[in-house]
């Protein structure tokens, strides 16, 4: 999977919209931005993922740059269970028999404060 | 509600002796399920690929025999850590995702929190 960057830590305040950047300038046309995150003590979970266009779903929203070399995870409105480590990781589409694992980096960990 | 299911959730066990930890698919087969491990405050680490009916895939530098991996159905994998010793405690997370769509999301357990006294 090729490499990603993710500011170490974010703060942001309770129902405030919380932007994630992610960097990922070495992309391929065939990666697609997966965002998971995890609570603490928990294992991952799922938040959302694009290819080129921006996404949206109950949980964020997804701005995907133009050149596709950078991308933003947007929490609209911040709660306190939104803290977590949020991950953004390039997922290969790949044909039957390939490898679909994940490989995590080291994500971002939000604070929420009340 | 949970798709894949962890059990334990969390082992003490003393040095020398081997755990067993189970992960499930609740409501698909899975083909292949992958195992990480997570020391604290650091990211997950993928430690194999596990193939239901065959042999699993290690990942570098995690030794196969210490860490016996079975996928015997297709909704059951299981992680061994044999002869376990203190630096194997760690917070162990398998995954699953459903056939048949690619790129549908990894499903993970809540994790199994292992500490070898």
């Known amino acids: 999977d090729a490499k990603t960057t993710q500011p170490n830590s974010m703060e942001s305040n309770e129902e405030e919209p919380v932007h994630l950047p992610c960097n990922h300038s070495t992309i391929s046309g065939t990666d697609y931005i997966h965002w998971y995150r995890q609570l603490p003590s928990q294992g991952p979970e799922y938040v959302i993922h694009?290819?080129?266009s921006n996404v949206n779903n109950r949980m964020a929203s997804l701005a995907i740059a133009e050149d596709r070399k950078s991308s933003t995870l947007i929490l609209h409105r911040a709660t306190l269970r939104d803290a977590a480590v949020y991950y953004c990781?390039?997922?290969?589409?790949?044909?039957?028999?390939?490898?679909?694992?994940?490989?995590f980096g080291k994500g971002t960990k939000l604070t929420v404060n009340p | 509600g949970a798709v894949v299911s962890q059990h334990p959730s969390w082992v003490i066990c003393k040095s020398g002796t081997s755990v067993k930890i189970e992960c499930r698919s609740l409501?698909?087969?899975?083909?292949?399920m992958f195992w990480y491990r997570q020391f604290p405050k650091q990211s997950l680490m993928l430690m194999a690929t596990?193939?239901?009916?065959?042999?699993?895939?290690?990942e570098q530098g995690v030794e196969k025999d210490k860490f016996l991996i079975n996928h015997a159905s297709l909704t059951l994998s299981t992680l061994t850590v044999t002869s376990a010793h203190p630096e194997d405690s760690s917070f162990y997370i398998c995954?699953?995702?459903?056939?048949?769509?690619?790129?549908?999301?990894?499903?993970f357990g809540n994790g199994t929190r292992l500490t070898v006294t």
């Open positions: 596990s193939n239901e009916g065959s042999k699993a895939t290690y």
């Open positions: 990781i390039l997922r290969e589409l790949v044909t039957q028999g390939g490898s679909e694992k994940l490989v």
């Open positions: 694009g290819l080129t």
């Open positions: 995954s699953a995702r459903r056939p048949g769509v690619s790129l549908s999301p990894l499903h």
């Open positions: 409501d698909f087969q899975a083909t292949t």
